[in-house]
Nanobody, 125 residues
């Protein structure tokens, strides 16, 4: 089970941190990540993180603004979102998949993984 939280309403330029607690999995075996879906748009990859040794992958639209991290002791993956813009408004989903490879393939790998419920992020202008 993947339980995401931390969404909310924020003004443009603000920050939010999303959390996703993963239960029922051997957490350390999993690559983790975040996708989002805005109204009327397709679901898109946002960020991902491999198992140890950790490496990350980001969508071009969020590079330099978002940071994905994990805490294996807490079975939790995070998405720190800074400099939020109205176009970041979406339902954000956390995803997990058993994966031992390179971060370059995370978007494709995670799309086929286990999905949690979304948490809504709304950025006002």
């Amino acid at each position: 089970q993947l339980q995401a939280s931390g969404g909310g309403l924020v003004q443009a330029g603000g920050s939010l941190r999303l959390s996703c607690v993963v239960s029922g999995y051997t957490f350390s075996r999993y690559a983790l990540g975040w996708f989002r879906q805005a109204p009327g748009k397709e679901r898109e990859f946002v960020a991902g993180i491999t198992r140890s040794p950790v490496s990350t992958s980001y969508a071009d639209s969020v590079k330099g603004r978002f940071t994905c991290s994990r805490d294996n002791a807490k079975n939790t993956v995070y998405l720190q979102m800074n400099s939020l813009q109205p176009e970041d408004t979406a339902l954000y989903y956390c995803v997990a998949e058993v994966y031992y490879g390179d971060s370059a393939y995370l978007p494709q790998v995670l799309r086929g993984g286990s999905w949690g419920q979304g948490t809504l992020v709304t950025v006002s202008s």
